[in-house]
């Protein structure tokens, strides 16, 4: 079983930056692709960034890609996204999941993750 807080959401700006950190209280953490979802209101959840176990590969939704950066520390069992040049379609609660499976392939569907955070909600005013 793995619990995953996230922390980090708030208020911000057209143009702004942000950082979501997700903590996991696993002690094989390391074994975790993580991943960074997202739901805006009357959407459905979307993907946003996954990261392999040792943080070699990565892999972004377009819509995010060249502006927010996904990153784990293994030691400190978290991972993290910075979130730079925001724009209000950002605007959503932010998830982060863990899947415990032996590939990654950039792992985009929410169904692969099997625990997941209780959101941190991020606003982006225009």
């Known amino acids: 079983q793995v619990q995953l807080v996230e922390s980090g959401g708030g208020l911000v700006q057209a143009g702004g930056s942000l950082r979501l950190s997700c903590a996991a209280s696993?002690?094989?953490?390391?074994?975790?692709?993580m991943g960074w979802f997202r739901q805006a209101p009357g959407k459905e959840r979307e993907f946003v960034a996954s990261?392999?176990?040792?943080?070699?590969?990565?892999y972004y939704a377009d819509s995010v890609k060249g502006r927010f950066t996904i990153s784990r520390d293994n030691a400190k069992n978290t991972v993290y996204l910075q979130m730079n040049s925001l724009k209000p379609e950002d605007t959503a609660v932010y998830y982060c999941?863990?899947?415990?499976?032996?590939?990654?392939?950039?792992?985009?569907?929410?169904?692969?993750?099997?625990?997941w955070g209780q959101g941190t909600q991020v606003t982006v005013s225009s």
């Open positions: 990261i392999s176990w040792n943080g070699g590969r990565t």
């Open positions: 696993a002690r094989t953490f390391s074994m975790y692709v």
């Open positions: 999941a863990a899947d415990p499976r032996t590939y990654y392939s950039g792992n985009p569907r929410d169904r692969e993750y099997d625990f």
